[in-house]
């Protein structure tokens, strides 16, 4: 039984509002959070509200931001994640201490980085059953309904055995650096974060036909074992709910 919470917001800043309300929440609790940030579009709103509203009410020496997944380019490149996270929130806030930072490295052979980072979080999070544990993965939800970069064409390495894998991008071929379905599912807590009527209907499918798309889409496979699962949506993602 999946333990889900779906909490919609007006527009994307009060969804910001909503998701730093709950970073802070966890940081009454856990001494440090390792977040698995997600890339694209979408999480921009967050680090823009945050670069603005939280340079000093979050205590960033407690927050250790890894990434969910990257594309295989340099940082400086405008698909990279990392290159994004920093433009939009480390340039912007100070008190994020460098080494709070493990990217992938977009710029490496991308095999070995896989490996690399799969031993990066071995080392670095606690483990449950012999598996990494972020205390938070962040995710987007694309339109196709994958998510990190686990594509529907490639439902099998969602259960990969690996802690992280190489995938490509189905379209642009361009090849990525993911973690794999069983270290999201081993999270303490999964967020998805959606906006905008493009993401609705995908939403909607995740959300109330799981069991219908589980073999068609790698989000709807997103369940947290032995955690929790919380939607944060803006009324036009939700707008089929
Ligand atoms: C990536 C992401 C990916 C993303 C979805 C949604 O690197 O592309 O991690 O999983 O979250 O594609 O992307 P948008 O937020 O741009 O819609």
Known sequence: MIKEEVKIYP???ALSEGFTAFIQKLLSVYPRINIALSGGTTPKVVFDYW???????????????????????????VMNNYGMTKDHLFDKIPAIPQNNVYRIHGENEPEEEADWYS???????????DIPSFEIVMLGVGDNGHTVSIFPNQMSLWDSKEIC???EHPESKMKRVTISGRVVNNAQYVVILATGKNKAEMVRNIIEKREQFFDKYPAARVNPKKGYLYWFLDNEAASLL
């Open 11 to 13: 527009d994307t800043t």
């Open 51 to 77: 670069a603005e509203n939280c340079k000093d009410s979050i205590d960033w020496s407690r927050l250790f931001f890894f990434w969910g997944d990257e594309r295989c380019v340099p940082p400086e490149n």
């Open 119 to 129: 031993k990066i979080l071995s080392a670095k999070l606690m483990q449950r059953l």
């Open 165 to 167: 894998l190489l995938t």
